[in-house]
Nanobody, 119 residues
Framework: QVQLVESGGGLVQAGGSLRLSCEAS????????VGWYRQAPGKERDLVAG???????TYTASVRGRSSISRDNAKNTAYLEMNSLKPEDTAVYYC?????????????WGKGTLVTASS
């Protein structure tokens, strides 16, 4: 069993930056694809960025070029750095992981961390 704990959310001014962390328990973290999802009020939860076990990354169009997902397998931790934050980035951000790739029903989910980008 893998538990995921997010941290790093908070209130940021528009144009600012933040780094979210996702720390995982267990010994299989390096074998998992890891993703960051977000859910804004009244909207569905969507994938923001993902990274495979081999380090291949993907980003949704709205954050591409101003965000970076990374992982440190030695620390069992994944990160999402976001720059030039916009009010529309405001959402609860969830970390998720799955051994077979990311989708809507991943094996492991964190409880989320709130990011608020104020204008």
């Amino acid at each position: 069993q893998v538990q995921l704990v997010e941290s790093g959310g908070g209130l940021v001014q528009a144009g600012g930056s933040l780094r979210l962390s996702c720390e995982a328990s267990g010994s299989i973290f390096s074998d998992l694809a890891v993703g960051w999802y977000r859910q804004a009020p009244g909207k569905e939860r969507d994938l923001v960025a993902g990274i495979t076990s081999s380090g291949r990354t993907t980003y949704t169009a709205s954050v591409r070029g101003r965000s970076s997902i990374s992982r440190d397998n030695a620390k069992n931790t994944a990160y999402l750095e976001m720059n030039s934050l916009k009010p529309e980035d405001t959402a609860v951000y969830y970390c998720a992981a799955d051994p077979y790739g990311l989708g809507d029903e991943n094996d492991y989910w964190g409880k989320g961390t709130l990011v608020t980008a104020s204008s």
